[in-house]
């Protein structure tokens, strides 16, 4: 018995002690705000790109696609001519441009042909070949490097209303006449009619001192265009 316990005690002496608890003490990590650890909680998302303008206004203008063609039309509902429709899109944006495709050539400022980049206004002279006049315009679509193309309002008898065209190979080449900005550019004014002024003055004598004045205005207006 004296045995047992001397073994016991000698035992409990030479037995390895028992590993002490051990915590983990992490530093350096960044301090969470108390709405990020709330349930539910969720982070702002990213506001969304704003459309730059001439994506807006081709986007705009591509819902216009099937609406009639109509001389002088300005409004969906109705129909448009061709410098009808762009003066509806381009209006829509704030932008102003005259209701005659003869003005539209003075609009903006010039762009070479290689530069011309979306939304931007291309001018055509009128159907007939001898044609050396603005008669047509539409708004261009297609990416700097790419075939020129652009959406209008044709007043064409094969597909008339607004559609979109494309100039290199078909005879819109012929009758191409220029590219116009309009987008970023500040805002010119053309006239939407010349007038020129003259004045008549006529005076009785020294002893009536009454004169009549006459003033004669005359009007030029361009025309709204065709195809």
């Known amino acids: 018995m004296v045995t047992g316990i001397l073994a016991f005690f000698g035992w409990q002496r ?15 990590l960044p301090a969470r705000s108390v709405s990020n650890t709330t349930p539910g909680a969720l ?4 506001a969304a790109t704003a459309l730059p303008q001439a994506d807006s206004l081709i986007e ?33 944006f704030g ?8 003005l539209l050539i003075d609009t903006g400022r010039p762009v070479a042909r290689e530069e011309a980049r979306r939304g931007d206004m ?15 315009a ?3 679509i297609s990416h700097p490097g790419e075939p ?17 065209s494309q100039v290199e190979g078909t005879d819109y080449e012929r009758r191409f006449m220029g590219i116009r900005r309009v987008l970023g550019v500040e805002e010119s004014k053309p006239a939407a009619e010349k007038s020129t002024v003259k ?15 006459k003033t004669k205005v005359k009007t030029a207006a361009g025309s709204s265009g065709g195809r």
């Open 138 to 140: 539409g708004i261009i």
């Open 43 to 46: 982070a702002a998302a990213p």
């Open 199 to 213: 004045t008549k003055v006529t005076t009785k004598s020294a002893d009536a001192p009454a004169t009549k004045v």
């Open 60 to 92: 705009f203008a591509m819902r216009q696609l099937g609406s009639p063609y109509t001389y002088a039309g300005t409004t969906p509902t109705g129909g448009f001519d061709c410098s009808g429709f762009l003066m509806y899109v381009y209006g829509h």
């Open 95 to 102: 932008v102003s441009v005259p209701h005659s495709t003869a």
């Open 14 to 28: 030479f037995r390895a002690p028992a590993a002490p608890n051990r915590v983990a003490i992490v530093t350096g």
């Open 148 to 164: 020129l193309r652009f959406i209008h309002s044709s007043s064409a008898r094969r597909a008339s209303g607004v559609k979109v």
């Open 122 to 136: 291309v001018i055509f002279t009128g159907t007939a070949a001898t044609s050396t006049t603005p008669g047509h």
